[in-house]
């Protein structure tokens, strides 16, 4: 199971720290992403991680402001967003999936979704 938090609204230039909470004791073996759907569009990545965290991948749109990490020892993925631009304003998900990549049909477990909001 993954829960998200740490969503909010934010004005544009701020920042925001998205957690992502995971069960289980094998969350250390899945590599584990962010993706996010804006009102009227599809879901889209964001950010990845592999499994020990020593690889990353970013969409472009957000590379240089949005930076994902992960704490195996608390179960938790984190997605420091700074510099938030209007068009970040999105419903974001966390996954997880046993292979690192930046297809969400590689990722077979999601969470709830936090809604993030920045205004102009």
């Known amino acids: 199971q993954l829960v998200e938090s740490g969503g909010g609204l934010v004005q544009a230039g701020g920042s925001l720290r998205l957690s992502c909470a995971a069960s289980?004791?094998?969350?250390?073996?899945?590599?584990m992403g962010w993706f996010r759907q804006a009102p009227g569009k599809v879901r889209e990545f964001v950010a990845s991680i592999n499994w020990s965290g020593s690889s990353t991948y970013y969409e472009d749109s957000v590379k240089g402001r949005f930076t994902i990490s992960r704490d195996n020892a608390a179960n938790t993925v984190y997605l420091q967003m700074n510099s938030l631009k209007p068009e970040d304003t999105a419903v974001y998900y966390c996954?997880?999936?046993?292979?690192?990549?930046?297809?969400?049909?590689?990722?077979?477990?999601w969470g709830q979704g936090t809604q993030a909001t920045v205004s102009s």
């Open positions: 996954a997880a999936g046993l292979r690192f990549d930046r297809d969400e049909r590689r990722y077979n477990n």
């Open positions: 289980g004791r094998t969350f250390s073996i899945y590599a």
